[in-house]
């Protein structure tokens, strides 16, 4: 699950470096507002079913939003395709070097922070270029993709989330009435099988599609390509290489591409050949090249001109998306000295036992909920990585045999090996990557000398130690140093800031403030008390008297899809919409109004485009339709229904659907909203199904909960089992600790995800939705669900009789009394309950 929170636009923005970007923000925003006018139909099905509908338990970042959406409203709606074109339609105030507008195909750039979720774009971006391949007839883009790794270490990475397809199995990325029509066989270096006829994603290391022993002068795809004989894994290359470039066209993505541009790169140039040898071979070419970085900057700091999203680290910690970075105070270190001697333990040892003090405070606090924290260490050379490590296992019995010191083994240009003689050191970075943040990591500390700067992104890590000094000639920029440790260990829990400690020498920390420059605002701590957030863990001495157990009863409510065959027309609304007349060649008109004046900063008129194809946009509304009422496997039984509706029904007459103002009109966003509207309620009406509800024979347990973090406020509560009563407002607290006191109160708990005591109910559009109460309380006498409110909304009143009916149906179950009751905020601070009993009878007797 991902932030909840974050899915809605940002208000305040960070202004980029980047003129493009900041003009591109805005014209995004308005395109969006303007339900993504111009946009294909399969886009704007994507985007809803991405944005627009419920997903249990996840929801996109914005960022993750505003990435997709800017990809496709510059390769559909604007049809900009190379930089020279972007440039001269967002920004001619910036003079542009010409070779970046010498592109082999589009190529955009999206900057985004460390750990604000660049994989799930990537992943996104595969599913629209699949299905707008599959589905619009004059698509250029691909249903191929090379998904390419600077190293084995982000290869390892993206292995997790793309081998076998689990990350489109398990995130929302494909409607479900799409899922027959996605065939896509994922192929891994060295684990390559025959290519997919309908759809492949190859995912290997760059190394692979090249030699790093070859001249530089060399076209390094045609020599892998040629005879020259070569071990297991240039034999392997071979056949990668050659099944790639059998496709006609194919979508490249490079992860950590602030590798990709030089142009004298390897790398660079690899993908030029690989362009040149589809073209070769009769094929299209690359129809797009996507390029992901935390960091895509020259050596001299400034941004690659083909950068078209920008999200600072400074958005990704306001947004609690990252950790927060703390410094240590000037008084904290202010005595710390380095000592002159060789060795690196006994120099940096004031900085290495600070980070240590911090490490065991993390320790000490987080081992109550079952985490793992890190230490970070990032020596100078491998030879001070091993003195550091002698001294810590020496020094701290808690980390003895407990360090992993690991390094990037690299070659002449500064790379990973895939040499033969390194292929068990290999073995060994790729067990540690996933070792390190599993539930089974045997480590409590890392001593690295290169793995901070990419790849190992380590969700653990809550203190870094750098002792590194940093030059332009080590190439490493401050967010890849501390981007280790940003990655959050619960992205759920919203209700936490974490943090990362960062200490380090002087330079080191000179080195990281120039992120200040990025407005990344440091917050300072003394480092010597507890960290300031909460653990809420389950207390095992208050288990047996304070326990509540929730009777599980089985769904009041079920879908039945076979129900939708006795759809009728003379069953649906007669919502007439009336027949609108275009100018030919009509065109819309977006004006872009500036973040900052407010006034009109420019107008774009483009013509407003739409779907020839009557079958196509029939299809698009019953999948659409389908989708919202989660109906899968149905489209033959309601298409004709849907065909029959828009033909004869909808604009009051018959119409011809191959009629270019009817077709128009259908794609206007009223027109499919009115339809939608009608069907979503007369489906849900014959799917949706009330039925009789049993006991299951199971029961849910409050001290089965795992523990949790908590920044938000607490109550320190004996009648319950938690450490503390994690509250979501200060009327939650005050209303626990009202429990707390009360004598005819037995027992009680807040509820919240991690108990997990939910009900389904149907929502005021007739879908279903799901409901969370706020407390459950044990009486003397009758259990007790207490939603205490302070606001209303169009949904509280079906979630108030939903859980009155399963009040009535537990009781019935399990044979104890259950009761249902609603307290409200006014009420609660006028009349000044002295018992629970009042708060019953006051209620009962509304």
């Given at each position: ?21 900041n003009t591109l923000r805005e014209a995004v925003s308005d395109w969006r507002k303007k339900e993504y006018a111009g946009a294909s139909e399969t886009s704007k099905q ?278 927060r970075p703390i410094l240590p105070d000037e008084k904290s270190t202010k005595d710390f000295r380095e000592t002159p001697t060789d060795n690196a333990a006994m120099r ?479 009420d609660f601070k006028r009349y000044q309950f002295k018992s629970f009993e009042d708060i019953v009878t006051f209620i009962g007797g509304k």
């Open positions: 699950m991902q932030n909840p929170n974050q899915t809605s636009e940002r208000g305040k923005r960070r202004i980029s470096a980047s003129p493009i970007v994507l985007l809803h079913y991405w944005f627009e509908e419920e997903h249990p338990d996840f929801q996109y970042y914005f960022a993750q939003r505003e990435a997709i959406e800017t990809l496709i409203y510059l390769y559909e709606v604007e049809r900009l395709r190379n930089f020279f074109d972007i440039w001269r339609k967002f920004d001619t105030s910036q003079k542009i070097d010409p070779r970046a507008a010498e592109e082999v195909c589009p190529r955009y750039v999206f900057k985004m922070a460390t750990g604000s979720g660049k994989t799930k774009v990537m992943s996104l971006a595969i599913v629209w270029a699949y299905f707008h391949k599959l589905h619009e007839p004059e698509s250029s883009l691909s249903k191929n993709f090379l998904l390419i790794a600077p190293n084995i270490i982000v290869f390892e990475r993206l292995k997790s989330d793309f081998a076998d397809g689990r990350i489109f199995n398990e995130d929302p990325l494909i409607p479900p009435s799409w899922k027959q029509d996605w065939n896509v066989r994922v192929l891994l270096q060295d684990e390559f099988s025959t290519a997919n006829p309908d759809g492949n994603i190859y995912l290997t290391n760059i190394h692979r599609l090249y030699s790093r022993e070859q001249d530089e002068n060399d076209n390094p795809v045609a020599d892998l390509l040629g005879p020259k004989p070569g071990n297991a894994i240039e034999i392997s290359s071979r056949e990668l290489l050659h099944q790639i470039i059998s496709h006609s066209d194919l979508l490249v993505i490079n992860d950590e591409a602030h590798h990709v541009h030089e142009e004298d790169l390897a790398w660079y140039q690899t993908i030029q050949n690989l362009d040149s040898q589809l073209k070769e071979r009769g094929g299209a070419g690359l129809s797009a090249q996507l390029d992901f970085s935390a960091t895509p900057r020259r050596q001299t700091g400034t941004l690659f001109p083909q950068v078209v999203v920008d999200y600072p680290l400074a958005e990704a910690i306001e947004d609690a998306i990252v950790k940096y040892k004031p900085w290495i036992d600070l980070g240590v003090s911090r490490w065991q405070k993390y320790h000490e606090l987080l081992s109550k909920i079952g985490k793992k924290p890190l230490l970070f260490v990032m020596a100078d050379n491998t030879a001070a990585a091993k003195e550091i490590q002698n001294y810590l296992e020496e020094t701290y019995k808690d980390l003895a045999g407990k360090i992993l010191e690991i390094h990037t083994k690299v070659n002449r240009s500064g790379e990973i090996s895939e040499s033969k003689s390194n292929l068990e050191y290999l073995k060994k970075l790729r067990d540690a990557a996933r070792m390190v943040d599993s539930d089974a990591n045997p480590y409590h500390a890392v001593v690295s000398v290169l793995m901070l700067r990419e790849g190992w992104d380590v969700k653990n890590v809550t203190v870094i130690v750098g002792l590194r000094p940093y030059t332009a000639e080590a190439n490493i920029l401050p967010e890849q140093t501390i981007g280790r440790g940003l990655r959050r260990m619960d992205a759920r829990n919203t209700n936490w800031q974490e943090r990362v400690d960062v200490i380090g020498t002087p330079a080191f920390e000179e080195f990281i403030r120039q992120l200040e420059k990025e407005q990344v605002e440091f917050e300072t701590d003394t480092m010597t008390e507890p960290p300031a957030y909460k653990v809420i863990y389950v207390e095992e001495r208050k288990v047996e008297q304070y326990d509540i157990t929730v009777p599980l009863l089985t769904p009041a409510i079920t879908r039945e899809s076979k129900n939708l065959a006795n759809l009728a027309i003379e069953k649906l609304e007669k919502k007439v919409i009336k027949r609108k007349h275009y100018k030919e060649n009509e065109v819309l008109n977006i004006i872009f109004i500036d973040a900052l004046t407010k006034e009109k900063a420019d107008e774009h008129a483009y013509r407003m485009e739409y779907s020839k194809n009557p079958e196509q946009v029939i299809s698009f509304y019953t999948k659409i339709v389908l989708q919202q009422t989660r109906n899968t496997g149905q489209f033959s039984t309601l298409y004709p229904v849907m065909r029959d509706y828009v033909q004869n029904v909808l604009f009051g007459e018959q119409v011809d659907l191959s009629d270019k103002e009817v077709l128009k009109q259908l794609s206007e966003p009223n027109t499919q909203q009115a339809v939608y509207e009608v069907f979503s309620k007369a489906i849900n009406d014959l799917t949706l199904v009330e039925q009789s509800v049993e006991g299951s024979g199971e029961s849910l347990r409050a001290s089965q909960a795992n523990g949790f973090e908590w920044s938000g406020e607490t109550y320190g509560g004996e009648k319950q089992i938690f450490n503390l009563v994690a509250c979501e407002s200060n009327f939650e607290a005050r209303f626990a600790a009202f429990l707390d006191g009360a004598d005819d109160v037995a027992a009680y708990v807040k509820n919240n995800r991690y108990v997990h005591f939910q009900t389904e109910y149907l929502s005021h559009k007739g879908g279903m939705r799901y409901y969370f109460p706020d407390f459950i309380v044990r009486a003397k006498d009758a259990m007790f669900v207490v939603e205490t409110k302070g606001l209303e909304d169009l949904e509280v009143a079906r979630k108030d009789e939903r859980m009155k009916q399963w009040c009535k149906d537990a009781s019935r179950a399990s044979g104890q009394s259950w009761q249902y009751l609603k307290v409200l905020e006014d």
